[in-house]
């Protein structure tokens, strides 16, 4: 009997995921799509031109001229929008303008450094959340309570760069604990690897980290007014109890959900975060094909975080709706 119940539950569950998926899924690919027109048209609009950063300065409008004949840069937009899309399906990310090599590979040699960056600097995120949140939370005044609340403001008011420069003075030149610069990667060396990821990964995770712990914390102080919470009381639940089941509970959906949508922050911040930390990661790539206006690099770049984003966030939402009892999937 029981494994009856349990398989008509776990077959429920799945045909609501699938109901789920099959709503979002559509306006996840219209959102790709409208990415990917976004991502081709917005380096165009950096000045400079690319034929002038390869030609030189010196070079004729002739040479100018047979440069952006030989990258195609002479066709219709709508033209090489498309012949650039049909590649994107292909798995063809096309020739990087500046060093002819193929766009695909330039991102592999920078992207195992990012993802360690941005791993690291999510569980930081969460720890640093969920601990000062849970904390503030659980208390509603005091000097504990005023301490959070000073910690929290002002890891939410130095943004990443700033967070980074504080970092390198402290740990690396008053008392030189980390590495400042560099990088090793931990595939090549996990602990040494390791010295390295925290300055960087602390500078990104610590704002985004505090954003949601005040979120939760807040969240939390609603719900210790809730008057389900005034019941349980009431019925001499202990505090802790109520703590638990009552109001952490009921509080997990805007954080998770914050916590999605500072992944997609992480991201952007890696950029200046590598350039202060000197990691040869999609951040400094970034950087570089902005400043040669390398097209086909930068629209790869910009594709892929979006798409990286939306899929964060649909994961968020499953997550929210398998955590939230108020929240259906086939809602």
């Not at 949140?133 to 002002?154: E, N, W």
């Amino acid at each position: 009997m029981h494994a009856v119940t349990f398989f008509y539950k776990t077959h429920g569950w799945q045909t609501k995921m699938l109901r789920f998926l099959a709503r979002k899924i559509p306006s996840v690919m219209v959102v790709a799509l409208i990415s990917s027109m976004i991502a081709f048209i917005l380096p165009r609009f950096a000045p400079g031109d690319p034929a002038v950063a390869i030609a030189g300065s010196e070079a004729t409008p002739e040479q100018l001229a047979a440069v952006r004949a030989e990258l195609g840069l002479d066709q219709p937009l709508v033209l090489q929008y498309w012949d650039w899309l049909a590649g994107v399906f292909q798995g063809d990310l096309g020739m990087s303008l500046i060093t002819k090599r193929p766009v695909s590979e330039l991102i592999l040699s920078g992207l195992e450094s990012t993802l360690e960056l941005t791993l690291l600097a999510t569980i930081l995120m969460i720890t640093v959340g969920l601990v000062l949140g849970v904390l503030g939370g659980a208390k509603s005044t005091g000097l504990g309570r005023l301490l959070l609340d000073v910690v929290t403001t002002i890891f939410l008011a130095t943004p990443p760069f700033l967070t980074g420069l504080i970092l390198i003075v402290l740990l690396g030149i008053v008392t030189p604990i980390l590495p400042v610069s560099g990088e090793v990667l931990l595939s090549e060396d996990f602990v040494e690897g390791l010295k390295y990821l925290i300055l960087p990964a602390l500078a990104l995770a610590i704002p985004q980290g505090a954003l949601v712990a005040r979120l939760l914390q807040t969240t939390m102080t609603a719900m210790r007014n809730e008057d389900f919470v005034d019941l349980a009381k009431a019925k001499g639940v202990r505090p802790g109890l109520i703590l638990r089941r009552h109001v952490l509970r009921n509080s997990w959906g805007p954080a998770v959900v914050a916590i999605g949508l500072r992944i997609g922050d992480l991201l952007a911040g890696a950029i200046v975060v590598e350039a202060i930390f000197a990691r040869n990661g999609l951040g400094s790539l970034a950087v570089l094909s902005v400043q040669s206006r390398d097209y086909f690099v930068l629209q790869a770049l910009i594709l892929g975080a979006v798409i990286i984003a939306v899929v964060i966030q649909l994961l968020c939402e499953i997550i929210l709706a398998t955590l939230d009892p108020r929240i259906r999937l086939e809602g």
